[in-house]
């Protein structure tokens, strides 16, 4: 960030003949360096901010936060020094992304039910502290032994477990639906009116794309057109051969950040958060639609002439 400031401002300060004129300019550039330098440290100094205040208002949800990204890290490490591997993709990457989609997670929420009035924080706290928890640590444990934590049906015990991170993923989610009921039924006259929406309809579209999660669940599979297929596509990992019902689950569950993020910092406008926000969801839905008639976000382009490899 520091370099984008410092070459921008830089490339302003073209060469001029008058000494005057270059003494004039020059001490205009070096401003224009301090203030760049200057919004680059406002830049780390807002982020502090926000972890500090975050902190404040929820430090059971911020602090696992840390530990999911803490697990992340070490998730990291590990898909890159081993072989392991689940349908031809590295078993550490599963739990890499869980890791970091949870803390995401519970940092936004711990950030939005700080707004909400007469809501029991403690309990909304530790049920996602519970439930989250046990699915990542069920996911490495899978990943470490090479083997399936979803759609997992080899035993009466792998499937026990399979329909129990069922269970605390649609728990989770209907918390987050009925926090989402509570921003609709209060008022918040200290905050942005769009910024309220933002938040009210990226949880609804955030709840809607989660319990879409069941269509995968039916079918014991996130691949249309093959068994879990999957592909190296950075790392989520969505197939580039057949439909991936994961892309809409992503940019559904994502809105809860998308949306508020936007309707504060870039829309400033109530109408155009809830135009964004359908059309986010449409584009969800498309990406749902597509998947479903088996066809992939972003096609594998091969050699006609090449030979064809069976999908596992």
């Known amino acids: 960030m520091g370099g984008f400031f410092v070459a921008r401002d830089v ?79 590295n078993a550490w990457l599963k739990p890499l992304k869980f890791a970091l989609s949870i803390a995401v997670y519970s940092w936004t929420m711990g950030w939005y039910c700080h707004y909400l009035t007469g809501f029991n924080l403690g309990v909304f706290n530790w049920t996602v502290v519970a439930l989250w928890g046990f699915e990542l640590l069920y996911i490495a444990y899978r990943a470490s032994r090479g083997e399936l934590s979803h759609f997992n049906q080899t035993s009466s015990w792998t499937s026990t477990l399979y329909v129990l ?16 009921v509570l921003f609709f039924r209060q008022d918040f006259p ?29 079918r014991l599979s996130h691949s249309v057109g093959a068994v879990n297929d999957s592909s190296n596509l950075f ?44 059309a986010y969801g449409a584009l969800a839905a498309i990406a749902l639609f597509q998947a479903l008639q088996g066809r992939p976000l972003f096609p594998q382009h091969t050699n006609p002439s090449a030979p064809t490899q069976p999908n596992a």
């Open 11 to 89: 490339r302003r300060c073209a060469p001029v003949n008058s000494v005057r004129a270059r003494q004039s300019r020059g001490e205009q550039c070096e401003a224009r360096l301090r203030r760049g330098g200057g919004r680059v440290m406002r830049s780390f100094a807002d982020m502090g901010t926000f972890f500090e205040t975050l902190r404040d208002r929820n430090s059971t949800l911020f602090f696992f936060g840390l530990v999911c990204l803490a697990v992340a890290a070490v998730c990291f490490v590990l898909s890159r020094v081993t072989t392991t591997e689940v349908h031809h993709v």
């Open 190 to 218: 200290e905050l942005p009116v769009q910024y309220v929406w933002g938040i009210r309809l990226g949880i609804l579209v955030f709840v809607v794309f989660s319990l879409q999660g069941f269509a995968m669940g039916a």
């Open 165 to 180: 991170m069922a269970v605390a993923a649609t728990v989770v989610t209907l918390y987050t639906a009925y926090v989402g």
């Open 235 to 278: 790392i989520v990992g969505w197939s580039r051969t057949f439909g991936d019902l994961r892309v809409a689950h992503f940019i559904g569950m994502h809105a809860l950040q998308v949306l508020p993020l936007l309707s504060y910092y870039v829309l400033k406008s109530t109408r155009w958060t809830v135009v964004l926000s359908v």
